[in-house]
């Protein structure tokens, strides 16, 4: 913590996440939020420095949800790791699993449902504060989009919610979002 190559590895991590959190995509300001290591480092020590078992992870507000939650026995005595279960964030399969709900839940969206479940669970993805942010997001969404959206207003949202920002950055709830604008 704190040296030369912990910041180095903080930083390239928020980079290639666009500023999100890896596992429920909240945005992740540069002060806030830690180094994951997905599989938990008591696990495989040999895993500690790996970089591919790495990722920026939010603190989930009160330990409810993702990394300090998923590691919690305390707060999650339901989940533990499951290297069978578990599906990395940046595995381009992981995201295909998972449905968003204009009610703010997140859903399996495929035949696996038991890894999506597995994920959900371990990580606290449907707690509710989490769902409330998420459908507040929908709802403000949904609002601006309005009975009949004007094509121009749609690409516009398109435009600023689903594509990087001047530093490089996403906005929150990125597939949320994608699911709303791009049905």
Not at 37 to 59: F, K, L, V
């Amino acid at each position: 913590m704190g040296t030369p190559c912990h910041v180095t590895v903080d930083a390239d991590l928020r980079r290639e996440q666009q500023g999100l959190c890896c596992y429920c995509e909240s945005e992740v300001a540069d002060n806030e939020g830690h180094i994951e290591h997905m599989e938990p480092r008591g696990r495989d020590q040999s895993r500690i420095y790996d970089y591919t078992n790495m990722a920026i992870s939010c603190d989930g507000g009160t330990v409810e949800h993702c990394g300090r939650y998923k590691d919690d026995s305390k707060k999650n005595p339901r989940h533990s790791w499951d290297a069978a279960l578990f599906s990395a964030p940046h595995n381009p399969v992981t995201a295909s699993l998972f449905s968003y709900l204009l009610t703010g839940r997140i859903v399996p969206a495929t035949a696996d449902s038991a890894t999506a479940n597995y994920l959900i669970g371990y990580l606290g993805l449907d707690c509710p504060r989490l769902n409330e942010r998420r459908k507040q997001h929908a709802r403000d969404l949904i609002d601006t989009l309005g009975d009949q959206p004007d094509p121009g207003l749609v690409d516009w949202l398109r435009q600023d919610y689903l594509q990087t920002d001047q530093n490089g950055r996403l906005k929150q709830y990125h597939s949320l979002s994608k699911a709303i604008l791009e049905p």
